[in-house]
């Protein structure tokens, strides 16, 4: 929780930090014939290994539990992969004249992606909101993800990028859907283990991941197309970003107001409806765009950092709100005291 602070008023994540530190190394050592062939080959073992990870690390029970707020979780599935998607197909219309056909293109994966898990636990916390729902949110998201962003790509993205294809899909049902499934079948075995062991482990997660940024970027490099984006393009894209995620966090917050949700589950449905992740999105790009991954992350490592700078200064604010025993914000001149049981603890 202490990186999520620091400092105050603009939480900078040290993990962003260390993914600019591999892209960088990307730019000045990237790997080239035999050495790329061994990246991309232990980048693909990473996905892979990241996947099973993933489905053993997901409890089927509990989100078999969740289903009880099931309004809740479809409305934070609607908003992920219906409303992103929507926008970033509105945003069509700035190309060329703001944003450039790849940036667009990874812009447009941005939107696919499911939601965060960690991160919408974390701050559904500091913000008093309903923690065991944004635990439930973000895993149906991320298990939904496995199939709705591949599919969403292939319908939306067609033949740009890497081009989605037979193969494409070959790559993903082994690369993804095959070792998420495996995880959820050993879970019983394994699932011990990883929960004794989650600190290493995840520093492998992350480990990982860096790989498959490393990898994407070299390709990029080595083929030049970095070439294709200025200074001013990306400060086009931070913009048409910043835009993204503010209707987003609008939308969220007084679209579940309009359906009849109470305050905590307001702050769940906000942060697990607006937010991307960065952990299941840079795998699936690695599939889905091959040598084009470079650009096409981009526009959501970028997203990641924004969501995560913005999302702190709502949730501190949103800890302030005093509360009433049904969750309703009361009036500054109300008590503050609120019922036992109404302020989730961090999960």
């Known amino acids: 929780m202490k990186r999520l602070h620091w400092p105050r008023w603009m939480p900078v994540d040290p993990y962003i930090v260390a993914l600019i530190a591999t892209v960088g190394l990307a730019a000045l050592l990237p790997a080239r014939g035999a050495a790329a062939d061994v990246a991309s080959g ?6 892979a290994f990241l996947f099973f990870l993933y489905g053993a690390r997901l409890s089927t029970r509990e989100a078999m539990d969740g289903l009880r707020h099931w309004r809740l979780h479809v409305t934070v599935l609607v908003c992920t992969f219906v409303a992103f998607p929507l926008l970033g197909l509105a945003a069509r219309g700035l190309v060329p004249v703001l944003l450039p056909q790849n940036l667009y293109e990874g812009l447009l994966f941005l939107t696919l992606v499911p939601s965060t898990i960690q991160s919408s636990i974390a701050f559904t916390s500091i913000a008093r909101g309903n923690v065991p729902a944004a635990i439930c949110a973000g895993s149906f998201s ?26 494409s899909l070959v790559k993903i049902v082994l690369q993804l859907l095959v070792p998420f499934l495996a995880g959820q079948v050993l879970r019983r075995w394994v699932g011990g283990f990883l929960a004794r062991h989650k600190k290493v482990l995840g520093y492998v997660d992350r480990g990982s991941i860096l790989l ?95 969501q995560l700078m913005v999302c702190a200064v709502i949730a501190k604010r949103r800890a302030k709100d005093p509360e009433g025993p049904d969750g309703q914000p009361l009036s500054p001149a109300a008590p ?8 989730p603890r961090s999960g």
Not at 42 to 47: C, R, Y
Not at 244 to 267: E, N, P, Q, S
Not at 336 to 343: L, V, W
Request: aromatic share 8%; glycine share 12%.
């Open 212 to 306: 498959v940024v490393y990898t994407a970027f070299s390709e990029g490099m080595v083929q030049g197309i970095w070439h294709q984006v200025s200074a001013v393009r990306l400060a086009g894209l931070l913009a048409v970003e910043a835009v993204l995620l503010a209707v987003m966090l609008a939308a969220t917050w007084y679209g579940a107001k309009a359906l009849g949700f109470h305050r905590a589950d307001r702050i769940a449905i906000q942060f697990a409806g607006s937010k991307k992740s960065l952990a299941s999105g840079l795998p699936m790009a690695s599939v889905l765009f091959g040598a084009h991954a470079s650009l096409a992350v981009l526009p959501l490592m970028l997203f990641h950092q924004m």
């Open 336 to 343: 503050t005291r609120t019922a036992a049981g109404t302020a």
């Open 142 to 167: 991320s298990l939904a993800g496995i199939v709705l962003t591949p599919l969403l790509a292939a319908a939306l993205l067609g033949n740009s990028g890497g081009g989605f294809s037979a193969d």
């Open 42 to 47: 232990a980048s693909t073992g990473a996905v």
